[in-house]
Nanobody, 118 residues
Framework: QVQLVESGGGLVQAGGSLRLSCIAS????????MGWYRQAPGKQRELVAT???????SYADSVKGRFTISRDNAKNTVYLQMNSLKPEDTAVFYC????????????WGQGTQVTVSS
């Protein structure tokens, strides 16, 4: 069974840091883009950051300079290092990956809660 499993969420004070991890497992023949989205209460899911298979990154304006996305292709893992966290970063963070499982298909993790207290 192909799945994405996130870890690393939690409660942190404003100004603190957290590192999210997401591992893709199962019968996977290739991985294209990977990324992170988030959804705050009462809001739509929004893109946070993406990284291509060759390492090119892109970020939402709201997190530029504070968050860093990276990936380890040997481990089928994507990371999100979050620094200088703000209360408005509070959300459920979802991992995303485009995986080749016979055909290319988009997969999502179950989500991990990040709560930033003021």
């Amino acid at each position: 069974q192909v799945q994405l499993v996130e870890s690393g969420g939690g409660l942190v004070q404003a100004g603190g840091s957290l590192r999210l991890s997401c591992i893709a497992s199962g019968r996977i023949f290739g991985i294209s883009a990977m990324g992170w989205y988030r959804q705050a209460p009462g809001k739509q899911r929004e893109l946070v950051a993406t990284v291509s298979s060759d390492g090119r990154t892109s970020y939402a304006d709201s997190v530029k300079g504070r968050f860093t996305i990276s990936r380890d292709n040997a481990k089928n893992t994507v990371y999100l290092q979050m620094n200088s966290l703000k209360p408005e970063d509070t959300a459920v963070f979802y991992c995303y990956a485009r995986l080749q499982v016979g055909v290319w298909h988009d997969y999502w993790g179950q989500g991990t809660q990040v709560t930033v207290s003021s």
